[in-house]
Each structure stands twice: as structure tokens, then as C-alpha cells.
């Protein structure tokens, strides 16, 4: 029973802190940020309800990739300009490596409007050809 009210009292102090998350998230994001988050259609739903985890959901269904704009054209170009000039950094291990070029391609389909009218299908050996070529350590056997 303790335990219970022991959980109790922490979802209630973060219920409380629902207002303070959602406007830390507001306060550090950029003017052109928060000009793509207010289009959202559900933006005033999720604002009067001080919802810290829908605005992060709205933050990143408008923020897919490093691109300030709704243009679908432009997206795509920046999108596969992203995919093409990808390099492992300096202290990235592999594993970092991958995933950043899994999302970065991820991001680069999702500004497909149409999956026949696809911009690039890079098939999975080309995929980890471009990622072995882009490494920037290279194990030598």
C-alpha cells in the first residue's frame, strides 16, 4: 500500500510539473521553431492542456530534418544533400555512426510524397557501401 501511494505522489508531482516542461521546451526553442510547432493543427488543443509530451511529438513530426521549410522540394534536396555528405565524426563509435545514417536516410523517404514516385530508393548493399566509404577509421586486416 505504501507503494502505491509512494507512485501516487510521484505522478502527481509530475502532473504538476507539466506546465513548467512544457514552457522550458517553449522558452529554448528558436523564433522559426515555433513558427512551424504553432501551424500544427492540434497546437492550441495541446497548449491549452500544457501537454509537454504532445509538444515534443509536434516538435519532431516538424522538425524531421535541418530544413526551415514546408516546401516538400526543398525538404527532399536538403534531405538527400544530408545522406550524401555523411561522415563518421572524430569520437563517433560505429554504432553512433549507423544510426545517424539510418536516420538520416529514414528522414530522406519520409519527404517522398508517393513510394512510386520515389526521389532515391538506395538499396540496402548501396546503404552499406556508403557507410563503409564515409567511415572515417577504417580497420586495416
Not at 506546465?19 to 497546437?43: A, C, H, N, T, W
Not at 530534418?65 to 561522415?87: F, N, P, R
Amino acid at each position: 500500500m505504501e507503494a502505491m501511494k509512494t507512485y501516487q505522489r510521484k505522478i502527481e508531482k509530475m502532473m504538476d510539473a507539466r506546465p513548467k516542461l512544457f514552457g522550458l521546451i517553449l522558452r529554448d526553442m528558436s523564433l522559426e521553431g515555433k513558427d512551424e510547432v504553432v501551424q500544427d493543427p492540434d497546437y492550441d488543443v495541446l497548449s491549452e492542456a500544457t501537454d509537454p509530451e504532445k509538444l515534443w511529438q509536434v516538435i519532431v513530426k516538424t522538425h524531421k530534418i535541418d530544413c526551415v521549410t514546408s516546401v516538400d522540394t526543398v525538404k527532399e534536396l536538403a534531405a538527400g544533400k544530408a545522406y550524401q555528405s555523411i561522415k563518421q565524426g572524430p569520437f563517433e563509435t560505429l554504432a553512433q555512426y549507423s544510426e545517424r545514417i539510418r536516420e538520416t536516410y529514414g528522414a530522406y523517404k519520409a519527404t517522398e510524397k508517393d513510394p512510386v514516385d520515389a526521389p532515391i530508393d538506395v538499396k540496402e548493399p548501396d546503404q552499406a557501401i556508403d557507410f563503409l566509404q564515409n567511415m572515417k577509421y577504417r580497420w586495416v586486416m
